[in-house]
T-cell receptor, first 111, second 113 residues
């Protein structure tokens, strides 16, 4: 049981490039979420999903896309990277109202 | 709407001293509250959670928190700090839809010998 996995661990992009951050969970959780963590800001919700085929926006969705074709996977796409998207990204999953389980994070730098 | 305020972005204590990290919440529904810890360059680990059962919640590593509805608080305490407790601590409340968490901005705990 690997829990929540994220790849890559580190990534450097140039402004305007696109990429996908991968997230997978093997706990059969219905709910999955993406957060970004910035110094002094805590974690802010980007997008979330309540099941395969169902996604919605969080607090800071601009510049990011998501899809959920399977219960296990919830990729986050950056369409055209900007320096403001330099951050640490965390994926999380949960079942109903229970606590969220977090992945190890992806540290993204956009130059 | 739900929100969380953590009072004090940085708390410093001596080893063996009481740890008190403050969290106040705002919620339009009965809250589900959480404390997470993050060690340097790692992900978030659940310390404890309040889900409307006992108001005094015990967590891992000797931490506990008390839910006080009248004060809308969920402060985290530990009787005796250890060097290994140095980390960043986040208080969070479940959002109204129950689909994600709303986090405070975090408190960095430093422990000196």
């Amino acid at each position: 049981n690997a829990g929540v996995t994220q790849t890559p661990k580190f990534q450097v992009l140039k402004t305007g490039q696109s990429m996908t951050l991968q997230c997978a969970q093997d706990m059969n959780h219905e709910y999955m979420s993406w957060y970004r963590q910035d110094p002094g800001m805590g974690l802010r919700l980007i997008h979330y999903s309540v099941g395969a085929g169902i996604t919605d926006q969080g607090e800071v969705p601009n510049g990011y896309n998501v899809s959920r074709s399977t219960t296990e996977d919830f990729p986050l796409r950056l369409l055209s990277a900007a320096p403001s998207q330099t951050s640490v990204y965390f994926c999380a999953s949960s079942q109903d109202t229970r606590e969220q389980y977090f992945g190890p994070g992806t540290r993204l730098t956009v130059t | 709407a739900q929100s969380v305020t953590q009072l004090g972005s940085h708390v410093s204590v001596s080893e063996g001293a009481l740890v008190l990290l403050r969290c106040n919440y705002s919620s339009s529904v009965p809250p589900y509250l959480f404390w997470y810890v993050q060690y340097p360059n790692q992900g978030l680990q659940l310390l404890l959670k309040y889900t409307s059962a006992a108001t005094l919640v015990k967590g891992i590593n000797g931490f506990e928190a008390e839910f006080k509805k009248s004060e809308t608080s969920f402060h985290l305490t530990k009787p005796s700090a250890h060097m290994s407790d140095a980390a960043e601590y986040f208080c969070a409340v479940r959002n109204q839809a129950g689909t994600a968490l709303i986090f405070g901005k975090g408190t960095t705990l430093s422990v000196s010998s």
